[in-house]
Every structure is written in C-alpha cells, then in structure tokens.
C-alpha cells in the first residue's frame, strides 16, 4: 500500500475533474514523419485512462510523439513560448494536472503553449499505475527501464524546440524566446533536453518542476545563459527534495541566473491541484519570474506594450 500511495503521488497529488475544454488545444502536430527513429518496431497504441482512483486523465504508450498547440488572444500575446513536459515516471503522462492546464494559464498570460506528448515505457495492461507502483518499489530497477526511454524521450523533446522555432512565424512567436518546463520524469526531461541541446534545440529558460536528477542525460549545463526556475517540497513522499537543492546548486556553480522554490509542504506531483497548503504558491512565484524574465506582463489581462 506505502507504494500505491507513493504513486498516487508521482502522478497526480490531487484528483481533477476532466472536461472537454481540458483538450481544446487549437491543433496537434506529429513531430515525426512516420514512425518515431529508434521506435520503429513500437506497434502498440496510445491510451488514455483516467482510472487507478484518478478522476484526472493519464495518457500511456504514447508511440507518436506530438504537441497539443495552445495560442494566446492576439491581443494579449508576448511573443514568448512555452513547451509543457507532464510527468509520470516516463510510464504515463498526467495531462491534464501538469500539461493543459498548465497551458490555459500561459495563455492567459500571453504565452503560447506545446504539450508535449513524449514517448513512454510500454505498459502491457490497461492499468498503467498498477503496473508503475510495481516497479517503483525498486528505483534501481525503475531506472535501468526508463535508461532507454529517457534517451527516446530527450530526442521528442530537442525535436519539439527545433519545431517550434521553425515555426514561429506560423505562430506568432520569438524564436529567441522558447521555453521549457516539465513536472517529474518532464522535470527530469527538461533538465536532459537543455543539457543535450545544439544552438538551435536549446530553451531559452528552463523550469523543471520537482525534478529527479539521477535520470537526467546529456553534457551539462550550457554556457549560453539560461535562466532556471525550480520549484519542490520539502515533504515530497519520493525523497525528491535535495535533487532540487542539488540542481539548484549546480545552476549556481555555472555562473547561471537560477531560482529555487522549496515548499515546506505539498508532496509530490501537485502541479496545478489547490491543497490548501504552501505548494498552491508554486504558480504565482514562477509567474513573477516570467514577469522579471521579460516574457509576461506584470498585469495578466493587460495588453503588453
């Protein structure tokens, strides 16, 4: 039972009532043409659940990576872009808590948003957290699964920045102002992401939400300046917390701008479930920082000048 409840907490901290605004996205787009490289023997189909105790849909055995793309009124947009990573273990996506509407509130700030829809670890039932509350009771083992996915997953998310800023035009945006931020294994893959990236698939900032740094891959932290924000708690049920102090303190030690959130309470996964407890504050502390960043306006509603 300790680790159903640990997973109850990886992937959703708070049940959310699914609607059908929830996927009011203005497209999708597949970031391969035909099957994903390195996945091309994958003939199982993607999913969607919102068992397991959930009221909030969890995606699994995403194949075809895509981003669910979430525009801005005209009026209110900055230019700036922001690709959303939902977590789950690199087992299942929480798309909802840790994606869309993730992307409703950039919007509302004048910030376009990708959900980004990375490949997963296959699951063999129609119970994907049944299956993951398995393997989490041994993280060595959890990791020498994912060890492969992570790589997969690191090459949507690269080919997801190259989109987006080929793109731009088309959307209206500022190549020069392309963000990522993720939740968990998003954490974790945002984290890859900047760290394995060329000039042209490299974020312009980075937010990795209560990351696991033992997955992370790539070369290390860029040179080229890029801001971070971090945001954890203290109580998270996975043991989490330091690898977001230590991150922090690897972004400080490359001379990099960074800031750090760390809530006394909230427990893993809350994204943007309300608790009542510290962690609610997550969201307007990152949205301040998009302000002090230059990518929003101080006053959301308000058309940018």
């Given at each position: 039972?300790?680790?159903?409840?640990?997973?109850?907490?990886?992937?959703?901290?708070?049940?959310?009532?699914?609607?059908?605004?929830?996927?009011?996205?203005?497209?999708?787009?597949?970031?391969?043409?035909?099957?994903?490289?390195?996945?091309?023997?994958?003939?199982?189909?993607?999913?969607?659940?919102?068992?397991?105790?959930?009221?909030?849909?969890?995606?699994?055995?995403?194949?075809?990576?895509?981003?669910?793309?979430?525009?801005?009124?005209?009026?209110?947009?900055?230019?700036?872009?922001?690709?959303?990573?939902?977590?789950?273990?690199?087992?299942?996506?929480?798309?909802?808590?840790?994606?869309?509407?993730?992307?409703?509130?950039?919007?509302?700030?004048?910030?376009?948003?990708?959900?980004?829809?990375?490949?997963?670890?296959r699951s063999m039932?129609?119970?994907?957290?049944?299956?993951?509350?398995?393997?989490?009771?041994?993280?060595?083992?959890?990791?020498?699964?994912?060890?492969?996915?992570?790589?997969?997953?690191?090459?949507?998310?690269?080919?997801?920045?190259?989109?987006?800023?080929?793109?731009?035009?088309?959307?209206?945006?500022?190549?020069?102002?392309?963000?990522?931020?993720?939740?968990?294994?998003?954490?974790?893959?945002?984290?890859?992401?900047?760290?394995?990236?060329?000039?042209?698939?490299?974020?312009?900032?980075?937010?990795?939400?209560?990351?696991?740094?033992?997955?992370?891959?790539?070369?290390?932290?860029?040179?080229?300046?890029?801001?971070?924000?971090?945001?954890?708690?203290?109580?998270d049920q996975l043991?989490?917390?330091?690898?977001?102090?230590?991150?922090?303190?690897?972004?400080?030690?490359?001379?990099?701008?960074?800031?750090?959130?760390?809530?006394?309470?909230?427990?893993?996964?809350?994204?943007?479930?309300?608790?009542?407890?510290?962690?609610?504050?997550?969201?307007?502390?990152?949205?301040?920082?998009l302000v002090t960043?230059?990518?929003?306006?101080?006053?959301?509603?308000?058309?940018?000048?």
């Amino acid at each position: 039972m300790y680790i159903r409840k640990i997973v109850v907490g990886a992937v959703c901290l708070i049940g959310l009532v699914a609607t059908p605004s929830l996927f009011a996205q203005d497209r999708v787009v597949r970031l391969y043409e035909g099957r994903a490289p390195g996945s091309q023997s994958w003939y199982w189909e993607e999913a969607e659940t919102a068992g397991s105790g959930f009221n909030t849909p969890l995606v699994y055995n995403v194949v075809d990576p895509t981003l669910a793309v979430f525009l801005p009124d005209p009026q209110l947009a900055t230019g700036a872009a922001m690709i959303v990573a939902p977590g789950g273990a690199f087992h299942i996506l929480s798309i909802a808590n840790e994606g869309m509407d993730v992307a409703r509130w950039l919007n509302e700030r004048g910030i376009a948003a990708f959900v980004l829809k990375y490949r997963l670890a296959r699951s063999m039932t129609d119970d994907p957290v049944k299956e993951l509350s398995a393997r989490m009771a041994d993280f060595d083992e959890l990791d020498r699964v994912n060890a492969p996915i992570v790589k997969l997953a690191t090459q949507d998310g690269l080919g997801a920045v190259r989109h987006v800023r080929e793109r731009a035009g088309d959307y209206g945006i500022d190549p020069a102002r392309v963000g990522f931020m993720g939740f968990s294994a998003g954490a974790t893959l945002t984290l890859s992401v900047v760290q394995s990236a060329d000039e042209a698939s490299r974020p312009n900032l980075v937010a990795p939400i209560y990351p696991y740094e033992r997955a992370i891959i790539g070369n290390g932290i860029p040179s080229t300046r890029t801001p971070i924000f971090i945001a954890a708690a203290s109580d998270d049920q996975l043991g989490l917390a330091p690898h977001s102090v230590s991150i922090y303190g690897n972004w400080l030690e490359a001379g990099q701008p960074a800031e750090l959130h760390m809530f006394e309470r909230g427990g893993h996964g809350f994204g943007m479930g309300r608790q009542d407890l510290p962690s609610d504050r997550w969201i307007a502390a990152f949205g301040d920082w998009l302000v002090t960043q230059g990518w929003t306006p101080s006053n959301p509603g308000v058309v940018p000048r």
